[in-house]
């Protein structure tokens, strides 16, 4: 029997991961079968889940909102990236031990250096929010080259705090500061902003300063699928030269997972090139 996989969310009938591991097994030969979950919305839901899951043949699965907190502490071992981040996007059963690993922020440099070809090498870096998508990306974006990061967050004291947690972790070569939304940090230019928040799903804009838009080579929004949300009209309008949004890094970090779980990584281009929306 192929082996089973899954993602598990709640809700979870959007979700484009099926198709994506679909495609990544027909590409690479792998016999493997990957279906939604919905946890429901039932407190500590999950680890029953997964039991059951995992007792019934499964190998492992994704988990994306709101489960992410709760995978990793269902977890016996889990590396660097999801520890710092405090939550998990990927589980694989070893026996009794589940594994954990965080592969969002991995996914999110990969789409920008490689398939957008926007330089991180020094630099500088605006990530706006400070919760769990942002925590993500902090040190892949410090280790993958970038010269300073700005995180700013609508309570300027929760970004200062994530900044002063995240700097011992990003290496000397990059500085770390956090802001709040409308403060004057943020009047800097930048090369790169990146929307981590859920304004984006909501269709709610950022009390941003147009400033930190004006020109910036490439704006972000993690959210995909939604066209120009108001995060990438906001910068449209500032003249950010390109606009991008989260397919890609949903794709790349749906590699990852696939290349830990099966021992190969396939290629991402084509799945991306299926499923991008225009920017519209």
Not at 63 to 69: A, I, N, S
Not at 172 to 192: M, N, S
Not at 237 to 251: E, K, S, Y
Request: hydrophobic residues 50%.
């Amino acid at each position: 029997m192929p082996d089973r996989y899954a993602v598990i969310g709640h809700p979870i009938a959007h979700s484009q991961s099926p198709l994506i591991h679909g495609l990544f097994a027909q590409a690479t030969g792998q016999q493997l079968t990957y279906e939604a979950i919905d946890g429901g919305d039932r407190p500590g839901g999950l680890a029953r889940v997964l039991e059951a899951f995992r007792a019934d043949g499964g190998r492992g699965v994704n988990v994306t909102l709101p489960f992410k907190l709760e995978a990793l502490a269902c977890a016996g071992e889990a590396d660097e990236a999801a520890r710092l981040a405090g939550a998990a996007n990927a589980l694989r059963f070893e026996g009794e031990r589940i594994q954990a690993r965080n592969f969002d922020g991995a996914g999110l440099v990969r789409d920008i250096a490689v398939n957008l070809a926007v330089p991180l090498r020094a630099a500088r870096v605006l990530l706006l929010g400070a919760g769990g998508a942002a925590r993500g990306a902090i040190v892949p974006l410090a280790r993958a080259g970038a010269g300073r990061i700005v995180i700013a967050n609508r309570t300027a004291d929760k970004a200062r705090q994530l900044a002063f947690d995240f700097a011992p972790h990003a290496g000397k070569g990059c500085a770390i500061a956090g802001a709040g939304l409308g403060e004057d940090e943020l009047g800097g230019a930048f090369d790169v902003v990146i929307n981590a928040t859920s304004a984006s799903l909501a269709g709610a804009a950022l009390q941003l300063p147009v400033r930190s838009l004006a020109g910036v080579p490439l704006a972000y929004d993690m959210v995909y699928g939604k066209g120009l949300t108001p995060f990438l009209r906001q910068a449209q309008a500032a003249g950010a030269r390109r606009l991008a949004d989260g397919i890609g890094m949903l794709v790349e970090q749906a590699a990852e997972a696939f290349a830990w779980w099966r021992g190969v990584r396939p290629e991402t281009a084509p799945v991306i090139a299926q499923l991008a929306k225009p920017l519209v």
